[in-house]
T-cell receptor, first 114, second 114 residues
Framework: SQELEQSPQSLIVQEGKNLTINCTSS?????LYWYKQKYGEGLIFLMM?????EEKSHEKITAKLDEKKQQSSLHITASQPSHAGIYLC??????????????FGAGTQVVVTP | ETGVTQSPTHLIKTRGQQVTLRCSSQ?????VSWYQQALGQGPQFIFQ???????GRGNFPPRFSGLQFPNYSSELNVNALELDDSALYLC?????????????FGSGTRLTVV
């Protein structure tokens, strides 16, 4: 959806290097979800951000929400082969705007090379 | 705690046929949403069910319909299948009682229309 833009579309990173994925919304965010997907499989929940300025970390993955910019970033430190996959951001809109519907970006494909 | 279970995992149908996909929600979840994910794209919201009624719908024609049962499981029915209906269909469950609006996704059903 153009209302939720992810960048880059794809990236190749050498094992051990860091990477950052961005997700920008043109509409008000009530919450922002990050999921990981292996090709053709279901979505694995990574984390959910709701408050402006919120930052969450899990293992080597950190996500931040900039409420003013309506933007979130996902940062992976010291990437490993297990980090390869498609990363999707999903926007939860305010209750007055399609409550309960997650609007997804097109995804960012991450390839980790030896 | 069981996750979201979808069946079947793969399905091949002929154009014009009808198909039913099934989803068992995660224990404790009372809301089910369905998404369609075409190849190379992010998931698109089809509809959501809560208390056995449709509670929000995306931009999909009426030939996409659903049901939710008293045990919160759900079905997605698609009539008069078209080639463009070929996609990964994802089911997600959530709880209106939870504070974090977490959405748990199943592994999906891969539908191929020939």
């Amino acid at each position: 959806s153009q209302e939720l833009e992810q960048s880059p579309q794809s990236l190749i990173v050498q094992e051990g290097k860091n990477l950052t994925i961005n997700c920008t919304s043109s509409k008000t965010l009530y919450g922002l979800y990050w999921y990981k997907q292996k090709y053709g499989e279901g979505l694995i929940f990574l984390m959910m951000l709701q408050k402006g300025g919120e930052e969450k970390s899990h293992e080597k993955i950190t996500a931040k929400l900039d409420e003013k910019k309506q933007q979130s970033s996902l940062h992976i430190t010291a990437s490993q082969p297990s980090h390869a996959g498609i990363y999707l951001c999903g926007a939860l809109r305010p209750p007055t705007d399609s409550w309960g519907k997650l609007q997804f970006g097109a995804g960012t494909q991450v390839v980790v090379t030896p | 705690e069981t996750g979201v279970t979808q069946s079947p995992t793969h399905l091949i149908k002929t154009r014009g046929q009808q198909v039913t996909l099934r989803c068992s929600s995660q224990s404790g979840h009372n809301t089910v949403s369905w998404y369609q994910q075409a190849l190379g794209q992010g998931p698109q919201f089809i509809f959501q069910y809560y208390r056995e009624e449709e509670n929000g719908r995306g931009n999909f024609p009426p030939r996409f319909s659903g049901l939710q049962f008293p045990n919160y499981s759900s079905e997605l029915n698609v009539n008069a299948l078209e080639l463009d209906d070929s996609a990964l269909y994802l089911c997600a469950s959530s709880s209106t009682e939870a504070d974090n609006y977490g959405y748990t996704f199943g592994s999906g059903t891969r539908l191929t229309v020939v």
